[in-house]
């Protein structure tokens, strides 16, 4: 089965400033694809950005992007430019590329609250 | 993306009673789930909604406690059961086309048993 973890609880950026979150997932499948979701103080569940493990280049929606490192299981978010609107849980996500059954299940991690601070 | 309404957006239950937390759809969808995040927790899929079948419920669930109807295209309902205080969470249904592979999610129905 796939885990995916993130290992920062918590964590705090300056206004305009760049941070980076964390994830690591584990999984025996060559071809898969990863998430990143914001869950902001409403409870939504918002789509910040998607990444194809078949595809080399890194995800970028505007002043997020990320760094996939395929070899090393890592799949980390950075936000720049952060701004107090980006105060949020953020959810890495997992999910095996094979159709039917529990096959499109999203795997989560834990989470990480993110903080901006004036 | 596709527009997703759940109702109710909140509730507040006595124990041992049912509720019936609806999920629509703007536009026909392959795929529904059903999740639920327990407070301070990460989301944990429930089942899936399959359009004129029964649903697939996961390790964990069973179809007593969560019947979910998927009727059409365009909506699923989920029914929590029976309710204890261990039932109150946020339950989220999501939506995915298919070739899409991308779930876009609902506002969530934030569930307190007393």
């Known amino acids: 089965a796939q885990t995916v973890t993130q290992s920062q609880p918590e964590m705090s950026v300056q206004e305009a400033e760049t941070v980076t979150l964390s994830c690591t997932y584990d999984?025996?499948?060559?071809?898969?694809?990863l998430f990143w979701y914001k869950q902001p103080p409403s409870r939504q569940m918002i789509l910040v950005i998607r990444q194809e493990a078949y595809k080399q280049q890194n995800a970028t929606e505007n002043r997020f992007s990320v760094n996939f490192q395929k070899a090393a299981k890592s799949f980390s978010l950075k936000i720049s430019d952060s701004q107090l609107g980006d105060a949020a849980m953020y959810f890495c996500?997992?999910?095996?590329?094979?159709?039917?059954?529990?096959?499109?299940?999203?795997?989560f991690g834990k989470g990480t609250l993110l903080t901006v601070n004036p | 993306s596709a527009v997703i309404s759940q109702k109710p957006s909140r509730d507040i239950c006595q124990r041992g009673t049912s509720l019936t937390i609806q999920c629509q759809v703007d536009s026909q969808v392959t795929m529904m789930f059903w999740y639920r995040q327990q407070p301070g927790q990460s989301l944990t899929l429930i089942a899936t909604?399959?359009?004129?079948?029964?649903?697939?419920?996961e390790s964990g669930f069973v179809i007593d406690k969560f019947p979910i109807s998927r009727p059409n295209l365009t909506f699923s309902t989920l029914t929590v059961s029976n309710m204890s205080p261990e039932d109150s969470s946020i339950y989220l249904c999501?939506?995915?086309?298919?070739?899409?592979?991308?779930?876009?999610f609902g506002p969530g129905t934030r569930l307190l048993v007393l």
């Open positions: 996500a997992y999910r095996s590329p094979v159709s039917g059954g529990s096959n499109y299940k999203l795997t």
């Open positions: 909604a399959n359009q004129g079948s029964e649903a697939t419920y």
């Open positions: 999501s939506v995915e086309t298919v070739y899409m592979e991308t779930q876009y």
């Open positions: 999984t025996s499948e060559s071809d898969y694809y």
